[in-house]
């Protein structure tokens, strides 16, 4: 838990530290790929999820018992585990976030007001908390949001990087040391499609495994 947070403030710093467009996607990768699944997985092993139903049996105990009956894991492997809902939700609030403020004008408006840069920051952490928490929570569906999730950042970050001209006019003032603008928003572009990417691909393989061999082995 103490390493999510201090991972964030790295994230926030890192988001101020006045390295571009590269610092700026650095600073958000960390956030929600990073610092994010940290903090869920801490805030999971403290408490359960509130979305994911406990057995009168599994309250009185204080622990959750994973089921084990081929129907239910045959259900859970088939996304109908009752909160698969939840990651894909939660995939779309932060698909709406991500996306929005990269469009140029909020951009722009975060880039002038340390103030609304520190909402998007909050923002970034926020959403991305409550995906992997409802990704561990609900791995069946969290799977398929993980894997959404990792396309929709590697296309964000290809788009950014492949554009044949500086997108944002601050960031443009002020390039990462030693590149210049358009150099800057391409090294940005790559440093979400791989770090994003790879990381919400990487989570979702995760959930997989154990729900295929839990399969294998009923």
Known sequence: MLAGVLLALAATVLGFAGLGMTGHMAAHMVAVAVAAPVLAWGMTNRQPHPSFPRSRETRRAGFSIEPRRSGVLDSRLRGNDGGAGGPLAWATVEFVVVWAWHAPGLRGLADMHPAV??????????????????????????????????????????????????????????????????????????????????????????????????????
């Open 117 to 218: 840069a520190l909402i998007e920051q909050a923002m970034f952490l926020g959403v991305g908390i409550g995906l992997w928490r409802a990704a561990v929570a609900h791995p069946a569906g969290g799977v398929a949001a993980l894997l959404l999730t990792s396309m929709h950042m590697t296309l964000l970050g290809a788009l950014i990087g492949l554009a044949p001209r500086p997108l944002y006019a601050m960031m443009a003032m002020h390039p990462a040391p030693g590149l210049d603008a358009l150099a800057d928003q391409q090294l940005g572009g790559v440093v979400m499609l791989v770090v994003g990417g790879v990381a919400y691909c990487l989570g979702g393989l995760a959930l997989l495994g154990p729900m295929l061999r839990e399969r294998a082995a009923a």
